[in-house]
């Protein structure tokens, strides 16, 4: 069965600063991989997927993630921390269906970002 | 193109009563979802619709039933409300391994 550890459910850095939040995963087929972002009282907006081309992937508002298999890990980064980066960010895996697939999502992580 | 969208924003129900949660997209999406969203857990997905006239349950299908209306349209009932479902519910659809979210139903049963 597939699943998504996030380490640490709450995160702060500042303004600035390097944004490193962290994903494994278990899979026994190569995963689909995603980062979700939940700004307050909103629905999940999508900053990046990893679907087997280039290992770093690049996404949306600055935010990139590595999928290193050796180490089942999909960390998100982001080289400067902005005050509207702060929100609730999810890693999400998947099975490769057939035109469909069913999403196994991590607790999330909040990041807080202070000046 | 409004994207996924959820009806009510926000609804209150006491212990027994039934209500049901309607979602629609305009992307001309084959499948649909259904997950609950509870503090510290992440999203669960609790049933889900690959193509028009399909429906298989999820990881937490129990006391929920779905109606996959048309393309279109999912929606999701509970015949009888528990507190237990205090929750709050994001409909979703899917292109390929892409999925876009609805703006969420936030439930409180009372």
Same mark, same amino acid.
């Given at each position: 069965a597939q699943s998504v550890t996030q380490l640490g459910s709450h995160v702060s850095v500042s303004e600035g600063a390097l944004v490193l939040l962290r994903c494994n995963y278990s899979s026994s087929v190569p995963p689909y991989l995603f980062w979700y972002v939940q700004y307050p009282n909103q629905g999940l907006q999508l900053l990046l997927k990893y679907t087997? !081309? !280039?290992t770093l992937v690049k996404g949306i508002n600055g935010f990139e993630a590595e999928f290193k298999k050796s180490e089942t890990s999909f960390h998100l980064t982001k080289p400067s921390a902005h005050m509207s980066d702060a929100a609730e960010y999810f890693c999400a895996v998947s099975d490769r269906g057939g035109g469909y697939n069913k999403l196994i999502f991590g607790a999330g992580t909040r990041l807080a970002v202070h000046p | 193109n409004a994207g996924v969208t959820q009806t009510p924003k926000f609804q209150v129900l006491k212990t027994g009563q039934s209500m049901t949660l309607q979602c629609a997209q305009d992307? $001309?999406?084959n499948s649909m979802y259904w997950y609950r969203q509870d503090p510290g857990m992440g999203l669960r997905l609790i049933y889900y619709s690959a193509s028009e006239g399909t429906t298989d349950k999820g990881e937490v299908p129990n006391g929920y039933n779905v109606s996959r209306? $048309?393309?279109r349209e999912f929606s999701l009932r509970l015949e009888s409300a528990a507190p237990s479902q205090t929750s709050v519910y994001f409909c979703a659809s899917g292109l390929g391994e892409t999925q876009y979210f609805g703006p969420g139903t936030r439930l409180l049963v009372l």
């Open positions: 087997s !081309a !280039a | 992307m $001309n999406h209306l $048309n393309k």
